[in-house]
């Protein structure tokens, strides 16, 4: 691989560890004996993990692998998915235990036990019933970080109905098209959310995305902001509805019936290479026992005595692994925060695992860098020294940020883990174990008991010790995607065709071995960004762009960014008479700013170009690919690579000479 990372340069010069103390270890949920375990009999080891759920009807063989690359789980078993997250904990006399500390943005809270989520849950699965909702249908859900988020996810689960939650961030635009393509029957949305101290609409963009929609039935609003919001919220007579006058109407008994183990959970969309975001499917049985086996042993998680919190959002699939489905399941007591982590002030998440002593935390290194940012002395204020795990996603974690976490948020006891996994993988795949693993700075070390993965070259063949190459997972796992809704075609080629002859799975990141076997994460290989720690690709910005008047052709590239991980760096080429320059033209400042707006609008605020910079010509290959690695080159401000495969060889001399350039806003 050609591409320099900085988690490379880190690899040659990180030789810190970090034992677990002996104390952590003794009473570790997980000890070096489960990699063994799994290693004498993967399939046992796994039905070992399945077994602490609640199955209707006992599976008949473990895994069926015969319709590779479609994996069937636990096969012939029967359970409820929604049952195993919150009945049985009812059932089992946990119901007076609380489920969730849910803390909104102005300072509202509410705690919810066991048993008020399982009266929650009915009356939701009741209402979506009364809908015509039923097994196999899709429900999407667009909504703020609040308790009904999870409450409709889990409404869903229990009646066999599949939910495909859009980021709230999504644009009117994206979450039409997720609503299209899963043909959703039923939306669940509020009326606002709270966003920095204000109260914003959520319905109103929601309208917006469903004008015309032909498979939504209703729409139900759960009220949120209610008088915090300036004006009425439109109402469409017949196909609205408040969710209060339709759940808390219900009875709050449910018979939750037992479904096939393959039986579709859910529906998650995430960007591919390209423009058009996939659907990746995930069923039941498989996903249920390695969300809550991985929240179980990655954090040893302790149900009853852990304060557990995952800042995600359920927008994403860490929000519904590890806040929805593997930490109920595991009879977790989790905080839930609504709002952002500079409201009202910069030490908001230090003040809640104080008030609630959270003793495990779930976070992304953009929040760790940006926390960094904001300076130790804030945490320093609190007293956090009733946390006990530190764990990691979405991105690599450079060593300093980790350090920075390990020592000023972990109090130098905590242990780290760096957890690998992607929407497509369903749960943590590759991970240090806290009672076991010497941890690493920046590395995520191992693949999981259970779990295999291999760094590989181009023709599939293992790299030794100090190797790098591509991450491949060799084996199949149950919390696996099923496919891509709607597209088997899509599935295989873009998962399955690029080691098609080894039968490996492409996860498209590339990644390095250490001299003592450990996998260091290097990012993504394809034209798939990492901003923040989501992932956005190249080519839907780029149409977002191009989809813009002045716009004739654009090429956007993930550049370096200190705090976010990646950030987004477009080069346009303007349309004739807007190419002109000058001041208040096309390519001025001002235009500069109405693209990134425009993008916005189309996406999201979140795939809003960092930079955009204006050029006569992009570097093209004589096949007519763009050349990113060139860009990429210009937008970190590198001497620009060999340009012997280029068409025009003299087109990176013009960028760098006619370039003009606008800064973000952020
Ligand atoms: C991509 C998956 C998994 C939930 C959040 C993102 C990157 C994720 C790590 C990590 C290095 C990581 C990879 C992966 N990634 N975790 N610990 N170290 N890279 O889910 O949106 O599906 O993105 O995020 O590039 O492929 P996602």
């Known amino acids: 691989m050609t591409e320099q990372s900085p988690a490379l340069d880190n690899l040659l010069t990180e030789s810190r560890t970090f034992p677990p103390s002996d104390e952590f270890a003794a009473k570790a949920n997980a000890t070096a004996e489960l990699y063994a375990d799994a290693d004498t009999d993967r399939e046992a080891f ?57 803390v909104g ?36 859900i667009q909504l703020p970080m609040i308790p009904e988020a999870i409450v409709a996810m889990l409404a869903c689960a229990r009646i066999g109905a599949l939910h495909s939650v859009v980021f709230g961030g999504f644009s009117p635009a994206a979450l039409r098209s997720r609503v299209d393509d899963a043909e959703a029957k039923v939306v669940i949305t509020s009326d606002g959310q709270y966003r920095r101290g204000k109260a914003v609409p959520m319905k109103a963009g929601v309208d917006d995305a469903l004008a015309g929609a032909e498979s939504v039935e209703k729409v139900v609003v759960v009220r949120r902001a209610g008088d915090d919001l300036d004006g009425e919220v439109a109402w469409t007579d017949g196909r609205d509805v408040w969710w209060h006058d339709l759940v808390d109407a219900q009875p709050d008994d449910h018979t939750a019936e037992a479904f096939d183990s393959e039986h579709p959970l859910y529906i998650l969309y995430t960007s591919g290479t390209t423009g058009k975001p996939k659907g990746i499917l995930h069923t039941s049985g498989g996903y249920l026992t390695q969300a809550a086996y991985t929240h179980r042993v990655v954090f040893d998680h302790k149900p009853g005595e852990d304060v557990y919190w995952c800042t995600a959002d359920i927008g994403w699939v860490t929000g519904h692994s590890y806040i929805v489905y593997g930490p109920l399941a595991n009879r977790a007591t989790q905080v839930v925060y609504e709002g952002t982590p500079n409201t009202p002030h910069e030490g908001r998440h230090w003040e809640i695992v104080q008030n609630y002593g959270v003793s495990i935390y779930y976070t992304a290194p953009t929040l760790i860098r940006t926390f960094m940012k904001w300076g130790a002395d804030i945490p320093g204020k609190y007293d956090l020294s009733s946390l006990r795990v530190l764990g990691s996603v979405g991105e690599p974690i450079n060593p300093e940020a980790w350090m920075w976490y390990r020592e000023h948020i972990g109090g130098d006891r905590c242990p780290v883990v760096d957890t690998w996994w992607q929407t497509e993988t369903g749960a943590i795949m590759i991970s240090p174990l806290p009672g076991v693993t010497h941890a690493k700075p920046g590395s995520a070390q191992r693949p999981l008991p259970g779990i295999s993965a291999k760094v590989v070259d181009n023709d599939g063949t293992e790299v030794p010790a100090k190797g790098g190459g591509y991450l491949v997972l060799d084996k199949p796992w149950p919390s696996m995607l099923r ?38 994460l290097l990012g993504r290989v394809d034209d798939v960004m990492n901003v923040s720690g989501h992932r956005i690709s190249t080519t839907e910005v780029e149409s977002a762009l191009v989809s813009h008047p002045t716009v004739a052709e654009a090429a956007v590239v993930g550049a370096t960014d200190a705090t976010t991980g990646q950030g987004i760096v477009a080069f346009v080429i303007l349309r004739g008479g807007a190419a002109e320059g000058g001041e208040g033209s096309a390519g001025g400042e001002e235009a500069i700013q109405a693209l990134r707006a425009h993008v916005a609008k189309e996406i999201g605020p979140i795939a809003k170009p960092r930079q955009i910079m204006v050029v006569p010509e992009l570097p093209k290959t004589r096949s007519g690919k763009i050349m990113r690695r060139l860009l990429r080159d210009v937008a970190e401000n590198r001497e620009v690579g060999d340009v012997t495969t280029l068409a025009d060889s003299s087109v990176m001399d013009l960028i760098s000479k006619g370039m003009k350039s606008g800064s973000g806003d952020e």
């Not at 015969?66 to 929604?82: I, Q």
């Not at 036990?113 to 249908?137: I, K, P, Q």
């Not at 098609?500 to 003592?516: C, L, N, S, W």
């Open 46 to 102: 796994w039905a070992k993990q399945a077994e602490r759920l609640h199955w209707d009807t006992p599976w008949t063989s473990v895994l069926d692998w015969s319709d590779a690359p479609f994996a069937k789980w636990f096969v012939g078993g029967k359970l409820n998915v929604a049952y195993n997250c919150v009945d049985r904990h009812v059932e089992e006399g946990h119901g007076d235990q609380v489920a969730m500390h849910w």
């Open 105 to 140: 943005e102005p300072g509202d809270t509410r705690d919810i036990t066991y048993a008020e989520l399982r009266g929650e849950v009915c009356r939701a699965a009741n209402a979506l019933a009364s809908l015509g909702v039923g097994a196999h249908d899709r429900v999407a």
């Open 483 to 520: 496919g891509i809704w709607g597209d088997d075609e899509r599935y295989r080629d873009t998962y399955w065709s690029r080691f098609a002859e080894q039968g490996f799975y492409f996860a498209g990141d590339g990644a390095k071995y250490d001299a003592d076997g450990d996998i260091w």
